[in-house]
């Protein structure tokens, strides 16, 4: 056996043992890696409903419909129920009474007698949208998320500003290590 070939065997084991301890240091920082994860899953959605930016309604929310729907009395005094898109809220029937009214009273807190900026993504009728909320500098929809009163729900993204994608993907993750996620169930389309 030669020189070179001494040195080649010797490089193949320096570069498995590189690899192997590269995947090692990866697998002990896997959860500094999760965002470029959460990333990559925010850029790569395009299944489900295709929503976008139509404009903004402001108002004051004077009524909690159920867990994701309020109604917003608008500056020109027209009541509008605005459903919260990018999120799934559980059914009352798979939660109980005392969770039902925890997440209601969440929500309740988050925005009653607020007043509210809404980013229409559909418009249903004129009363009726799909919409991302804010009071002040607060995303409503991910502050749902992130409390564990919703969960992201990737059929409802497509279309929606990358930064809220993403939020709504790392409130979901942060939300499931914490163990307040709410059951998942199947969600159809509109």
């Given at each position: 056996m030669g020189l070179?070939?001494?040195l080649r065997r010797g490089l193949i084991v320096l570069s498995?043992?590189?690899?192997?301890?590269?995947?090692?240091?990866?697998?002990?920082?896997?959860?500094?890696?999760?965002?470029?994860?959460?990333?990559?899953?925010?850029?790569?959605l395009d299944e489900g409903y295709r929503q976008?930016?139509?404009g903004e309604r402001?108002?004051?929310v004077v009524k909690i419909v159920d867990n994701a729907t309020i109604t917003l009395s608008e500056e020109n005094?027209?009541?509008t129920n605005v459903r919260l898109t990018g999120i799934d809220v559980p059914l009352p029937g798979g939660v109980s009474a005392r969770e039902l009214a925890e997440r209601?009273?969440?929500l309740m807190e988050l925005v009653l007698s607020n007043r509210v900026v809404v980013q229409v993504t559909h418009e249903y009728n004129p009363t009726a949208v799909l919409g991302l909320v804010r009071v002040g500098?607060?995303?409503?929809?991910?502050a749902l998320v992130e409390s564990g009163v919703a969960s992201a729900e990737k059929k409802f993204?497509?279309?929606l500003p990358l930064r809220v994608r993403f939020e709504l993907l790392r409130a979901e993750r942060e939300a499931g290590s914490r163990g307040t996620l709410p059951a998942p169930r199947q969600v159809d389309l509109p």
């Open positions: 070179f070939h001494n498995w043992g590189a690899a192997a301890g590269l995947a090692f240091g990866v697998w002990h920082q896997r959860d500094r890696l999760t965002p470029l994860a959460d990333l990559y899953t925010a850029l790569t976008k930016i139509l402001h108002g004051e005094g027209r009541l209601t009273a969440r500098a607060t995303n409503v929809n991910v993204m497509n279309g």
